[in-house]
Every structure is written in C-alpha cells, then in structure tokens.
C-alpha cells in the first residue's frame, strides 16, 4: 500500500510539472539550481521561498507548497531572474503561471479570465495578480 502512496504521488507530482511547463512555456529540468536568479532578485528578502527554490519545488511537483507559498505573489514581474538565468529559463514566466494555476482553482484551462471571478475575489486580488492575467493575454 505504501508503494500504491508513493506511484500516485510521484504521478500527481509529474503531472502538475507538466502542467506549470505547458501554461509557462518552460522546461523546469533545465535548472540546475545555481542561484544567479534568487541573488539577483530585489525582491528576495521579502520571499519565504526564493526564485531558484520555487523551480526546484516546482521540479519536484510540490504544488500545495508553492501555491501556499507567499513569493508567487512578491515577485514584481522585473524580470531580472530571466537575465540572469544562464540556461535561458524565464522564471519570471513560471512564477505568473503558478499564480494562475493558483487563481484558477483547479480549471485547467492556460488562463485566467479575470472578469469571471465574483467582484469579492477582485477587491482582494493582490494587484500582479490582476498583471499576470491580462499579460497572458497579450502575450
């Protein structure tokens, strides 16, 4: 039963990897967690969970924690971890799609129509929130 636990779990992981990879467009594997990103970032201090950490929970199919966790939202989107990436990896891109994944509540469509959240979800959107949706879009 314990090995039952383990394959589902490993399964749940690699399907939200999936997921994150297609809605950002990235290859999460390609990290190899040399940090460039996090000692860049102006936002680290304020993260619980810093740019390369997010890829690495991300790699390892920890959805409850990063979509728990506050960073998705800190980021400000100024895309300096994707400068400094020297594998090319637009972290800025798979963090706005955890905080669609996050917004989506379970749909598994690639975006976020911000219009059909009840004006309630709206007031209370942390405003890159509102951003990463509508850039999405234009995207």
């Known amino acids: 039963m314990d090995t039952t636990l383990r394959i589902t779990s490993a399964r749940a992981g690699s399907d939200f990897v999936a997921r994150i990879e297609k809605v950002s467009g990235q ?56 400068s400094r990436c020297p594998k090319d990896i637009k972290i800025a891109e798979v963090i706005e799609s955890l905080r669609m994944t996050a917004l989506r509540d379970g749909q598994r469509n690639d975006h976020l129509n911000i219009m059909e959240l009840s004006p309630e979800a709206r007031a209370v959107l942390p405003p890159i929130a509102t951003i990463s949706a509508m850039r999405k879009l234009t995207s």
């Not at 990103?37 to 201090?45: D, I, R």
């Not at 619980?48 to 979509?67: F, K, S, T, Y």
């Open 27 to 82: 290859k999460l594997l390609a990290c190899y967690q040399c940090g460039k990103c996090s000692a860049g970032c102006p936002m680290a201090a304020y993260m619980d969970v810093l740019p390369n950490q997010i890829i690495r929970l991300a790699q390892l199919g920890m959805q409850e924690q990063l979509l728990a966790a506050r960073s998705i939202w800190m980021c400000v989107s100024c895309l300096t971890c994707n």
